[in-house]
């Protein structure tokens, strides 16, 4: 927009030296005429409304009598309200800042590599998207069980990558003579010595939990010199004995054993069976205790509770930097592709680091460019409503609020306070105050 | 090898060197790319997800996610289209906020014209004066506006209509109208205008024969703009279209029951998602230039 940096020219016909020369009021009317329909609209829909919410802020609800400044007391004394300027503070720390430093990074990197046009129109994308569809999109993102919501999916399977789940993460002993918690692993509470053998039954395996390939329980053979033992499904259609390894009764492969001293040492593991059996072999003669591994009912990922009371704002602080970085990206490249090259040429030659140059040479150059994304994105946090209302579930919507949703539900959704709504709408206006100044000394410097 | 060295020529050395050169630029620029095309990908996830969502059955959405798709592409469907195709209303929330945003992106555009060119090339005493207050109305919040606006459309009877959602948003578009388009009619050659006005031609004239075509650059910028503000507007909609129900109001009433609307509000809102995104991609030159002019100025 070349034009734009032209400044204003003065008239064109150079004011008449004398009085109002003949004509002169047809002039004006024609102005007139062309600035009517703009101050028509300006005067009603904005000059207007602005004075009377200001005056209407000073009325209580049901706007008779006059409150002086209650309606702006109860801003930061009712908990929601206050909630929503303690949010909407967080909003002010964070966006700003990081949607800058991301346009920033993005714009430099993209000079870098040849498919800038491609990556650009993909983070810039989001742009053309409304606030509220994006939040809808993001909760799809955020559902919390891992199999549907793509983000608890991904931190799954990393978490999974690692520790893997147990696979009988809901079982229980069958009978008392199993002790200790599955936390810790679950112990036979008689110690055995080897040649000896042991049954471990556990319950409250659903049929889906049942693990691939489980076969028939088998009662354990004893093993000269080591000990043998059965891991087993103690339940069968219709009951069955606890504590009795019968028929229908499936032995549990997979499971993790561990042979411990008395002093609680893992000495051995062993992995059990299709048909639930395992043996330890070659155990030295002693006392010994029995006990299948706390890494066999590791509970599985659950999900993070994006959408809970804690991490609601967090959430839609990321989603919100996903719509406005290609912005800041956009209008950073612009001002880094006006810095002349020879600028950074010359300091290269100079022996400056890749580094070097960025923080010494690009950063202030760009320093009025960075000013005007942080400060659109000021006015644009302060303004603050479709993500949150889209993205917040109404349970976590009093969390999540922010100044313009507490706004618009104090005086509209069901609550109708004209006078505290007013107020509040007053509060962003001043907030505003300062860039509304800042733009008008920008434009006086201009002319 | 010392004497291979002397040996070899100067232009050799230098070829050699490029090729060198070249891989390492090319390894050098590896992490960089790979980190760009992550990130890029990882910007797209949503709105993938969004729209492959829409295209599942909501008995399969309620088993697993919408990468289900890779593995199983015979489980696309388009029933959910459908159903919001037959779904009368919400096929009217289309029609009323087309209306809305095609209506709320031409009467600012005229308005704004109107006055840009005369704070640009008439003179009248206090133009300078009359352009701040423009700029200044350029930042307030639009929350100034809808307790006073609510009571008003109610006492004028326009409340919830059409009409008082366009007129709404002329309001609130017109000081970056005027802004925009004062700055770039300024930068229209005055020579141009000068042999206009010496060949006798009217104010009117010279504004829709001269300036309009000149400015259509920024008009465009400008049109893309409002177009995207008044279609992706749910404040505004919300606040005084609650029976008008544009689109975004629509797809708000069936958030109560996110879980169990999927089905209706990912495409639903996938559709309400295209239109803003075609004109996006139609005109994305000026709607980048338009926010330069915006934002850098």
Do not use: C
Not at chain 1, 170 to 197: F, H, K, M, R, Y
């Amino acid at each position: 927009m070349s034009g734009a940096s032209v400044t204003a020219e003065p008239p064109v016909k150079g004011a008449p030296p004398g009085g109002p020369e003949p004509g002169a009021w047809r002039k004006y009317a024609l102005t007139a005429g062309f600035l009517a329909p703009a101050v028509l609209f300006l005067g009603i829909w904005i000059v207007y409304p602005t004075i009377r919410t200001i005056y209407r802020s000073f009325f209580d609800r049901s706007g008779d009598s006059f409150v002086w400044f209650d309606n702006y007391a109860e801003i930061f004394t009712s908990d929601i309200l206050f909630t929503a300027v303690k949010n909407n503070a967080i909003w002010i720390l964070v966006v700003p800042a990081f949607v800058t430093a991301i346009g920033l990074i993005f714009a430099v990197l993209t000079e870098r590599v040849s498919w800038a046009v491609a990556f650009k129109t993909a983070v810039f994308m989001p742009m053309a998207i409304s606030a509220f569809a994006a939040g809808i999109t993001w909760r799809i993102v955020y559902i919390e069980e891992p199999e549907r919501g793509a983000l608890n999916a991904g931190i799954a399977s990393f978490r999974d990558a690692f520790s893997p789940p147990g696979v009988l993460p809901d079982a229980a002993p069958s009978t008392e003579n199993i002790e200790g918690t599955p936390d810790a692993g679950l112990t036979l509470a008689e110690p055995v010595q080897p040649g000896e053998t042991v049954q471990l039954g556990l319950t409250r395996i659903s049929t889906d939990e049942i693990p691939e390939g489980a076969v028939q329980a088998v009662a354990p053979e004893p093993v000269e010199g080591g000990i043998a033992g059965v891991v087993w499904r103690d339940f069968r259609p219709g009951g069955g004995e606890p504590g009795q390894l019968e028929q229908e009764e499936l032995g549990l492969p997979g499971v993790t054993v561990q042979l411990r001293t008395e002093q609680g040492e893992t000495v051995q593991e062993a992995a059990t069976e299709a048909n639930g059996t395992f043996v330890f072999e070659d155990v030295e003669a002693g006392q010994y205790q029995v006990a299948i591994g706390a890494q066999t009912f590791a509970a599985p990922f659950g999900g993070v509770t994006w959408l809970g009371e804690r991490l609601v704002t967090p959430a839609i602080l990321i989603a919100y930097i996903w719509i406005w970085a290609g912005f800041s990206m956009v209008v950073i490249a612009a001002g880094l592709a006006a810095i002349p090259r020879d600028v950074l040429e010359a300091a290269r030659t100079d022996g400056a680091t890749e580094w070097q140059v960025f923080r010494r040479v690009t950063v202030p150059l760009l320093g009025p460019v960075l000013t005007v994304v942080f400060i659109t994105m000021l006015i644009n946090v302060l303004k603050v409503f479709d993500i949150v209302i889209a993205l917040a579930p109404g349970s976590v919507q009093d969390d999540a609020t922010v100044l313009a949703l507490s706004m618009w539900r104090t005086a509209f959704a069901g609550a109708n306070n004209f006078g505290v709504g007013s107020a509040i709408a007053v509060f962003i206006f001043v907030l505003v105050i300062p860039v509304l100044l800042l733009n008008i000394r920008r434009f006086r410097r201009e002319v | 090898m010392a004497t291979e060295a002397v040996g070899v020529s100067p232009r050799a050395v230098g070829a050699r060197d490029t090729v060198a050169a070249k891989i390492l630029r090319v390894l050098g620029k590896a992490p960089v790319n790979f980190l760009l095309i992550a990130v890029g990908l990882l910007w797209l996830v949503p709105t993938l997800g969004l729209l492959l969502t829409s295209l599942l059955a909501p008995t399969d959405f309620q088993e697993r996610g919408w990468w289900q798709i890779f593995s199983a592409p015979s489980k696309l469907t388009f029933q959910n289209y459908e159903a919001v195709f037959d779904n009368d209303p919400i096929m009217e929330s289309l029609l009323t906020t087309s209306l809305i945003a095609v209506f709320g992106t031409l009467l600012p555009i005229f308005v704004g014209a109107l006055a840009g060119y005369a704070f640009a090339w008439l003179e009248f005493p206090g133009r300078d004066w009359l352009f701040v207050v423009v700029i200044a109305l350029l930042v307030v919040p639009l929350q100034m506006a809808l307790i006073p606006m609510f009571q008003l459309y109610n006492t004028l009877g326009i409340f919830d209509t059409v009409l008082s959602l366009v007129l709404f948003h002329t309001a609130f578009g017109l000081p970056f109208a005027i802004f925009l388009l004062r700055n770039f009619f300024i930068g229209i050659p005055k020579d141009l205008m000068e042999a206009a006005r010496i060949d006798g031609a009217s104010e009117i004239r010279i504004f829709l024969r001269l300036i309009l075509p000149l400015g259509l650059p920024a008009i465009a910028s400008l049109g893309i703009f409002q177009f995207l503000w008044t279609w992706n507007d749910l404040l505004v909609a919300l606040t005084f279209g609650r029976e008008t129900q544009p689109i975004t109001v629509a797809i708000f009433s069936q958030l109560r029951q996110f879980g169990a609307n999927v089905d209706l509000i990912a495409p639903a809102t996938f559709i309400s998602l295209v239109i803003p995104l075609a004109v996006f991609f139609a005109f994305q030159r000026f709607f980048v230039q338009g926010l330069l002019a915006g934002s850098v100025k």
